[in-house]
């Protein structure tokens, strides 16, 4: 069974940066794609950014592109998502998701383990 663990989320000002990190165990780490999914309070859930299990591979959601980064050290079974210029609007819940295949998937259905998820909130 995976286990997928999140981490460092927390509260910040509109303008700074947080980088979330992500452990899953149970898999080869990187013979799984990754990728990382939010929820706002009575929104939709947004699939943010993802990632091959090489690493060779992303995706960026356009309304996060060149704010956001997604990236993994498949020696430390870990992966991660790079936050600067955060806006109120990034405030959520951000989930990590296992996926089942080593390639990159944008559709959240194609990750089968997913984190308890680890809010993030950026103030105005």
């Known amino acids: 069974q995976v286990q997928v663990v999140e981490s460092g989320g927390g509260l910040v000002q509109a303008g700074g940066s947080l980088k979330l990190s992500c452990s899953a165990s149970?898999?080869?780490?990187?013979?799984?794609?990754m990728g990382w999914l939010r929820q706002a309070p009575g929104k939709e859930r947004e699939f943010v950014a993802a990632?091959?299990?090489?690493?060779?591979?992303?995706y960026i959601k356009d309304s996060v592109k060149g704010r956001f980064t997604i990236s993994r050290d498949n020696a430390e079974n870990t992966l991660y998502l790079q936050m600067s210029n955060l806006k109120p609007e990034d405030t959520a819940i951000y989930y990590c998701?296992?996926?089942?295949?080593?390639?990159?998937?944008?559709?959240?259905?194609?990750?089968?383990?997913w984190g308890q998820g680890t809010p993030v909130t950026v103030s105005s």
């Open positions: 149970g898999r080869t780490f990187g013979e799984y794609a």
């Open positions: 998701l296992c996926g089942r295949i080593a390639a990159l998937r944008i559709d959240p259905d194609a990750y089968d383990s």
């Open positions: 990632i091959s299990g090489s690493g060779i591979y992303t």
